[in-house]
């Protein structure tokens, strides 16, 4: 749409305006109200509830905070067993004061869907705690969103959010305004100028389409690809509604390597080591290890899981392990009988 068009537009929209004030003051002072009201939410900044920190597996490691916020421009789902909308931001690489590098990404849900989470925490709606599950669906809208592999373990960052409120609001507004795209032949209808509401809706509708084109479409709906055009099928969405449970990985097996060490002394009959790779365990204490003669059996709830046959028998009480929390790596050691 030209930049007459939309002024030809305006000029109708105010004409129609004019004409209201004169026949139905009420219905005029009504109408100006309502989106004078509406613009004014549609317009507020999105507003951070909390920040959450969690570890970048891949495809380059690294470190991620997540900002979640609450945003009027984000419905919310019609009721708690639909799925969530989720609007996201950029993707941002920053670097502390020590030199260290990090990421951010905000995430955006209805303040509505918030306020039902710290209730559902306890917290009556009021700024609390949220729940688990608001954590874990905003890190799953990031793997998708934007290719990551991601830790399932988090921590709240207690600093409170990365970047400014300025910041928070340019990210997430770099991307498309949330809304639905007009029907096809719709602006020349009978009906797309039937009132000043309408007209109003359409005119914004039109400019948003200009003015963004680099933006994504809207998926607010199951059927909502079906009616999306050809050349936007591959383009990522602003909004994105996902599941509102969460299913957890199944455990995986880690990379190991098991070695027998010739004994060096007279009457050793050597040591067996096993070398475990966890890139995902911050710490031994997550780590349940269970030794038997014959074999070697590791859990870490939810990650990992692992039984190693040993080559030779083992003496099970001369077992050690010892975690290089650095290189995240689980070293157990055990003599042979």
Same mark, same amino acid.
């Given at each position: 749409?030209?930049? /007459?068009?939309? *002024?030809?537009?305006?000029? #109708? ?20 109200? /309502? ?30 905070? *997540? ?6 421009? *984000?419905? =919310? ?23 260290? $590098?990090?990421?951010? !990404? ?26 688990? #599950? ?17 830790? @399932? ?43 000043? =509401?309408? !007209? ?26 079906? =009616? ?6 591959? /383009? ?8 509102? $449970? ?10 190991? #390597? ?14 067996? @080591?096993?070398?475990? @790779? ?14 038997? #003669? ?12 692992? !039984? ?18 650095? /290189? ?10």
């Amino acid at each position: 749409m030209s930049s /007459k068009d939309v *002024v030809q537009q305006a000029q #109708q929209l105010w004409s129609m305006l004019d004409d209201m004030s004169q026949d139905d003051p009420q219905a005029y002072q009504t109408f100006i109200q /309502k989106h004078m009201k509406e613009g004014l939410e549609f317009s507020s900044p999105p507003q951070v509830h909390s920040c959450v920190r969690t570890d970048i597996l891949g495809p380059k490691k690294g470190v991620l905070y *997540v900002n979640i916020c609450g945003w009027k421009r *984000v419905p =919310a789902a019609p009721d708690p067993s639909k799925p969530v909308p989720v609007c996201g931001g950029k993707l941002e690489t920053h670097t502390d004061p020590d030199g260290e $590098s990090y990421t951010v !990404l905000d995430v955006a849900f209805s303040p509505s869907e918030l306020r039902r989470s710290e209730q559902c925490r306890g917290g009556g709606g009021g700024g609390g705690e949220l729940d688990p #599950q608001v954590y874990l669906l905003a890190l799953s809208f990031a793997q998708r969103q934007h290719g990551l592999s991601l830790s @399932e373990r988090y921590r709240i960052h207690s600093a409170g959010p990365r970047g400014s409120r300025e910041d928070v609001q340019q990210r997430l507004e770099c991307r498309k305004q949330p809304g639905s795209r007009p029907a096809p032949g719709g602006a020349h209808g009978p009906d797309a100028v039937s009132s000043p =509401a309408s !007209l109003l809706q359409h005119i914004s509708s039109l400019r948003l389409e200009d003015t963004e084109n680099q933006s994504s479409e809207i998926v607010i709906g199951p059927t909502a690809a079906a =009616a999306e055009p050809e050349q936007n099928k591959n /383009k990522k969405a602003l909004i994105q509604v996902i599941s509102s $449970s969460y299913a957890p990985l199944q455990p995986q097996t880690p990379h190991y #390597q098991l070695l027998v060490i010739p004994g060096g002394g007279i009457g050793s009959r050597g040591t067996v @080591e096993l070398t475990v @790779e966890l890139p995902r365990v911050l710490s031994v204490s997550e780590c349940q290890l269970s030794v038997s #003669q014959t074999d070697v059996l590791l859990e870490v709830e939810d990650l990992y899981l692992l !039984l190693v046959e040993l080559p030779e028998a083992v003496d099970e009480d001369s077992a050690s392990a010892t975690f290089n929390r650095k /290189k995240r790596r689980l070293t157990v050691r055990l003599d042979v009988l």
